[in-house]
Nanobody
């Protein structure tokens, strides 16, 4: 059984930073962060391989967000800098058996999600 638990969300102002954490129990998986804004579909944000050696990003967050993990068993962090109101969403982490995937249907296990609100 694989469980994912997110933490670190909250309310911030535009230009601020926030760091999300995702703790994954069970075997080592490739992990992705997704988000779903109000009235929008869930979209890929960033992903990282099980060893942490290969991060990858959606174009919308490239240069502002950083995903990281020290080991396969360590939490996965999403450092979000220079936040804008369009980043407001429910952020979820997910685990996949396949590396370097950005499609939500290729992720097998999901956390419950955590709310991030960016005010203007």
């Amino acid at each position: 059984q694989v469980h994912l638990v997110e933490s670190g969300g909250g309310l911030v102002q535009a230009g601020d930073s926030l760091r999300l954490s995702c703790v994954v129990s069970g075997r080592a998986y490739h992990v992705g962060w997704f988000r779903q804004g109000p009235g929008k579909e869930r979209e890929f944000v960033a992903g990282i391989t099980s060893t942490g050696s290969q991060p990858f990003y959606a174009d919308s967050v490239k240069g502002r967000f950083t995903i990281s993990r020290d080991t396969a068993e360590a939490p996965v962090f999403l450092q979000m800098d220079t936040l804008v109101p369009e980043d407001t969403a429910i952020y979820s982490c997910a685990a996949s058996k396949l590396p370097l995937k950005n499609h939500r249907h290729l992720y097998d296990y999901w956390g419950q999600g955590i709310k991030v609100t960016v005010s203007s």
